[in-house]
């Protein structure tokens, strides 16, 4: 993938601010975890955890999670949109992706160049998006808030992605905002 992502493109009438939503538009092909990198990915997950002292419930895939304010009602279901803010950053706390223009503006430049701060739509369990996004979201219901730790497996593996190096496992903060059932 090329930085032309993050560039605003024309088509057709519309000019459109495309800013690649790169855990939303681009599902992994690859997940396999081989390699001595492995180890030490364990180690900065565990380390996030220990640092900001969260207590994790951690899924058979390795997904690690906390909720930080429960919502209401039925959770999100394979097919149905949920309508999310979001902040994506490396395990060091950067901030690499968001819809938030507030937290977007703090030294950014691929999201502060964005200019498209709003909630975005997000069909759970299509493999529409990366593994560690379609498990988390089908975890959440309307209102939900929770903190995610996703391990490469479950995101970029070993080929990583753009700015994101292989092996890197993400921290990823979700609300959701409202949820669109499918029909």
Not at 77 to 106: C, E, H, M, P, Y
Request: glycine share 8%; aromatic share 8%.
């Amino acid at each position: 993938m090329s930085a032309s992502l993050f560039q605003p493109k024309t088509t057709g009438r519309k000019h459109i601010k495309c800013w690649a939503l790169i855990l939303l538009l681009v599902p992994m092909l690859s997940f396999a975890q081989t390699g001595a990198l492995k180890p030490d990915e364990s180690a900065k997950i565990k380390k996030y955890v220990a640092d900001h002292n969260l207590v994790v419930t951690v899924t058979s895939s390795g997904l690690n999670y906390i909720i930080t304010r429960p919502g209401t009602g039925d959770r999100i279901a394979v097919g149905d949109t949920a309508v999310v803010w979001f902040v994506l950053r490396f395990v060091d706390g950067k901030i690499f992706q968001t819809n938030i223009g507030s937290l977007a503006r703090q030294g950014n430049p691929q999201n502060a160049g964005a200019g498209v701060y709003k909630p975005i739509r997000v069909q759970a369990g299509m493999k529409r998006v990366i593994p560690g996004w379609d498990e988390a979201l089908l975890l959440l219901n309307k209102g939900a808030k929770a903190t995610f730790i996703i391990p490469s497996s479950l995101a970029y593996g070993e080929k990583g992605l753009n700015i994101i190096p292989p092996y890197t496992p993400l921290v990823c903060e979700i609300e959701v905002i409202d949820i669109i059932k499918a029909h």
